[in-house]
């Protein structure tokens, strides 16, 4: 049963060199989707956030790559971030794939889903290459307008630039 428990587990700390790796293979898929309306990228992208907010990177392709291949092959250099604002910014991003998915097989036109890939595109650039998670800003101003409690991350109360790593 622990071990379950472990697996549906999103680390706290999250190392902010893999997280912007992932989100820089974010980037290329969702470029790859956008250019080609193939509907396996699409859901290869959908399910890379679904393992991603569920397991962190346990069960992510990316998420692997990055944590096990490309984060070592540099020498293991960390920048450890509080892990529930780069959940929350997951989650927004499963949203995103899913709703594109969705959009896809149910819409003759493949322009609406990639549109809405497009958005996901944007903000997964900022983090791959500016270092700004427009979803761990919003997870931030959440906990200081009292819509998350500050218990959800004491770290994100203390350090309110998070977002910006």
Do not use: D, W
Not at 77 to 90: A, D, E, L, N
């Amino acid at each position: 049963m622990n071990h379950i428990k472990n697996l549906f587990s999103f680390p706290n700390p999250v190392n902010e060199i893999s997280s912007r790796l992932v989100a820089s293979m974010v980037v290329v898929l969702s470029v790859a989707a956008i250019i080609t309306g193939e509907p396996l990228l699409f859901a290869a992208l959908a399910y890379g956030f679904v393992a991603r907010v569920a397991t962190g990177p346990t069960l992510s392709p990316m998420g692997l790559l990055a944590t096990h291949v490309i984060v070592p092959a540099l020498g293991n250099p960390s920048r450890p971030v509080p892990g529930p604002p780069k959940r929350f910014s997951q989650t927004v991003g499963l949203v995103f794939s899913v709703t594109a998915l969705l959009l896809l097989m149910l819409m003759e036109s493949a322009g609406p889903a990639k549109a809405v890939v497009a958005v996901l595109t944007v903000f997964a650039t900022l983090e791959a290459f500016v270092g700004f998670c427009a979803g761990c800003f919003v997870f931030t101003q959440m906990i200081r307008f009292g819509l998350v409690p500050e218990s959800v991350c004491r770290e994100c109360v203390v350090s309110p630039t998070a977002a910006v790593n």
